[in-house]
């Protein structure tokens, strides 16, 4: 069975740092793809990053410069570095791990809140 864990969440003040992690379990292939989304009330799912087996990444407009995204793919392990956090980057953050249309895994989500 493929989980997908993440850690890291919480809450942090505006200009703060949080660190997010995700594991994957149940796979034992490299993954192709994987990469972090985010919901906030009232909103779509969007793209925060993401980073293939190669090494590209893709960066949502809003983070570009503020977060960065990194792997190890040995270990299927993915990590979003998150540097001067805004209110508005408030959200459920999702890993995900996908290759296509051959397989497609998001985990549970943590919530990371940016407040004073």
């Known amino acids: 069975q493929v989980q997908l864990v993440e850690s890291g969440g919480g809450l942090v003040q505006p200009g703060g740092s949080l660190r997010l992690s995700c594991a994957v379990s149940?796979?034992?292939?490299?993954?192709?793809?994987m990469g972090w989304y985010r919901q906030a009330p009232g909103k779509e799912r969007e793209l925060v990053a993401s980073i293939t087996s190669g090494g590209s990444t893709n960066y949502g407009g809003s983070v570009k410069g503020r977060f960065t995204i990194s792997r190890n793919g040995a270990e299927n392990t993915v990590h979003l570095q998150m540097n001067s956090l805004k209110p508005e980057d408030t959200a459920v953050y999702y890993c995900?791990?996908?290759?296509?249309?051959?397989?497609?895994?998001w985990g549970q989500g943590t919530q990371v809140t940016v407040s004073s």
């Open positions: 995900r791990a996908w290759s296509g249309t051959f397989y497609n895994y």
């Open positions: 149940g796979i034992i292939f490299s993954i192709n793809v």
